[in-house]
T-cell receptor
Framework: GENVEQHPSTLSVQEGDSAVIKCTYS??????FPWYKQELGKRPQLIID?????GEKKDQRIAVTLNKTAKHFSLHITETQPEDSAVYFC????????????????FGTGTRLTIIP | GAGVSQSPRYKVTKRGQDVALRCDPI?????LYWYRQALGQGPEFLTY????????KSGLPNDRFSAERPEGSISTLTIQRTEQRDSAMYRC????????????FGPGTRLTVT
């Protein structure tokens, strides 16, 4: 089955600087890669995702890059703010057609991001 | 609109008792997933449904765990003869349609087995 590794496990960044979190996956059939942000005591929230036909996707201060050949993808947060402090999880799945039934998400172990004011 | 809801939010039960955890997905969402999340870890897949059909139950730890979604909406995860090792946060997620990708999580049920 799929295995997703995530690094680093903890990351402290000065406010205003950039943060990068990296993940690797094992199953070359995986084609959907979401990132979730989980604040303390809250549910995981989808913040950005990328599909395997795209190499990069950006949404304001957040961007995700995907290297299918190397089977790794990364989350980039620029101009970090205190509210970015949370645990971030990457995940991978095989999204649908023509092979339905494999859409479970396999998560990484998480990165605790702390923004230092 | 309303997000995914789960009940109860907290459940304390004695070892050996059965528990039923409920998930109410976002209205109209076709796919429903159950995960278990240990403290400090990412969610771990248990099972999922498209409409009322259970598509994959490979993540259920053993035969004490079962799930159903009889009318293609609300789902129940049942754990029989609970053990202390079953203590965890149980989360469900839903997705608008089959093979859509995006999954939206509920607040979870914190299960404690004493």
């Amino acid at each position: 089955g799929e295995n997703v590794e995530q690094h680093p496990s903890t990351l402290s960044v000065q406010e205003g600087d950039s943060a990068v979190i990296k993940c690797t996956y094992s199953d070359s059939a995986s084609n959907y890669f979401p990132w979730y942000k989980q604040e303390l005591g809250k549910r995981p929230q989808l913040i950005i995702d990328i599909r395997s036909n795209v190499g990069e996707k950006k949404d304001q201060r957040i961007a995700v890059t995907l290297n299918k050949t190397a089977k790794h993808f990364s989350l980039h947060i620029t101009e970090t703010q205190p509210e970015d402090s949370a645990v971030y999880f990457c995940a991978a799945s095989i999204r649908g057609f023509p092979v339905f039934g494999n859409e479970k998400l396999t998560f990484g172990t998480g990165t605790r991001l702390t923004i230092i004011p | 609109g309303a997000g995914v809801s789960q009940s109860p939010r907290y459940k304390v039960t004695k070892r050996g008792q059965d528990v039923a955890l409920r998930c109410d997905p976002i209205s109209g969402h076709v796919s429903l997933y159950w995960y278990r999340q240990a403290l400090g870890q990412g969610p771990e897949f248990l099972t999922y449904f498209n409409y009322e059909a259970q598509q994959d139950k490979s993540g259920l730890p053993n035969d004490r765990f079962s799930a159903e979604r009889p009318e293609g909406s609300i789902s129940t995860l049942t754990i029989q003869r609970t053990e202390q090792r079953d203590s965890a946060m149980y989360r469900c997620a839903s997705s608008p349609r089959q093979a859509y990708g995006e999954q939206y999580f509920g607040p979870g049920t914190r299960l404690t087995v004493t």
